[in-house]
């Protein structure tokens, strides 16, 4: 398999694109690395992820696969070469996904939402994170990574924790993953940056220091109202791309309900007008 075919659009700063690059970068696969600008999206981004136009997108063969955790799992299916991203056995695969999606859904949001907050608002917020960081802490316990002695799926998805965290919250003069409240997850964090993949691949820390203080500065006043405008018209660009998908078809996979389906188990509290197909 020619590894020439293999392209990521990414951003160096972006936790997401690089996980997608420690993976090949662990299975040995020779890729291009395009650079995103995100202020100024390019046709290339805009046409291979329509639905969210975010980085990374991983090109393999001319065929787009977006969603970091989803392309690690691509990666890991498709080549074989070098250690594996995913244990073999069912269980342990779903308990990987589990925690991977737990970073994502949890630590992700919380750390973020800290940066946003002040007084009793981040006291409570730092409670939350507090007790998503400890619930690592106790899935890391008897074990070096959180697959076992090798870095896998959920220590790649752990980036941010391992990385991000920290620059992010210095940036707004917290400190929260340290050695005496954290020591297993704190060794983990050594273990994992020292790695040497992940030591050429992440960015050096006074770099993203400098990058994240000059977002925060930028991004200051654009909050309120504006934001809250923007989140309902991604909402309902969101449903337009459903119905969309949903044309010439009775559930998203053709005639019978399946995956697509299941996951779309709500009933969205929309005016049937606009959107006849999902009100089908
Ligand atoms: N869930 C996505 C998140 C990707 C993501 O948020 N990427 C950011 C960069 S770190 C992005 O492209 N943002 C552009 C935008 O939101 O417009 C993944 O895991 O790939």
């Known amino acids: 398999m020619g590894d020439q075919e293999v392209k990521l659009l990414g951003v160096w700063a972006s936790v997401f694109s690089k996980r997608a690059e420690i993976a090949l970068k662990m299975k040995g696969i020779n890729y291009e690395f395009v650079v995103q600008d995100l202020s100024n999206k390019s046709p290339e981004l805009l046409q291979h992820n329509p639905i969210h136009k975010k980085v990374p997108v991983l090109l393999h063969k001319g065929k787009p696969i977006c969603e970091s955790l989803i392309i690690l799992e691509y990666i890991d299916e498709t080549w074989k070469s070098g250690p594996s991203i995913l244990p073999e056995d069912p269980y342990a695969r779903s308990t990987a996904r589990f925690w991977a999606k737990f970073i994502d859904d949890k630590c992700h949001p919380a750390i973020w939402k800290i940066t946003g907050s002040q007084g009793e608002e981040r006291e409570k917020l730092i409670e939350e994170a507090t007790g998503h960081l400890t619930t690592l802490e106790n899935e890391l316990k008897g074990k070096r990574f959180f697959g076992g002695d090798e870095i896998g799926l959920v220590d790649i998805a752990?980036?941010?924790?391992?990385?991000?965290?920290?620059?992010?919250?210095?940036?707004?003069?917290?400190?929260?993953?340290?050695?005496?409240?954290?020591?297993?997850?704190?060794?983990?964090?050594?273990?994992?940056?020292?790695?040497?993949?992940?030591?050429?691949?992440?960015?050096?820390?006074?770099?993203?220091?400098?990058?994240?203080?000059?977002?925060?500065?930028?991004?200051?006043?654009?909050?309120?109202?504006?934001?809250?405008?923007?989140?309902?018209?991604?909402?309902?660009?969101?449903?337009?791309?459903?119905?969309?998908?949903?044309?010439?078809?009775?559930?998203?996979?053709?005639?019978?309900?399946?995956?697509?389906?299941?996951?779309?188990?709500?009933?969205?509290?929309?005016?049937?007008?606009?959107?006849?197909?999902?009100?089908?």
Do not use: M
């Open 158 to 280: 752990g980036n941010f924790v391992a990385l991000w965290l920290g620059v992010l919250l210095e940036l707004v003069g917290i400190q929260l993953l340290t050695k005496e409240k954290f020591p297993k997850l704190s060794e983990w964090v050594d273990d994992y940056l020292n790695s040497s993949i992940v030591k050429e691949t992440l960015p050096a820390r006074e770099e993203l220091l400098a990058f994240f203080r000059s977002w925060f500065q930028q991004s200051k006043g654009s909050q309120g109202e504006e934001e809250c405008e923007k989140a309902i018209e991604e909402a309902a660009e969101q449903l337009i791309i459903l119905e969309n998908e949903l044309k010439g078809k009775k559930f998203f996979s053709g005639d019978e309900i399946g995956l697509v389906d299941i996951a779309a188990n709500w009933k969205p509290h929309i005016d049937k007008v606009p959107y006849p197909f999902i009100y089908q």
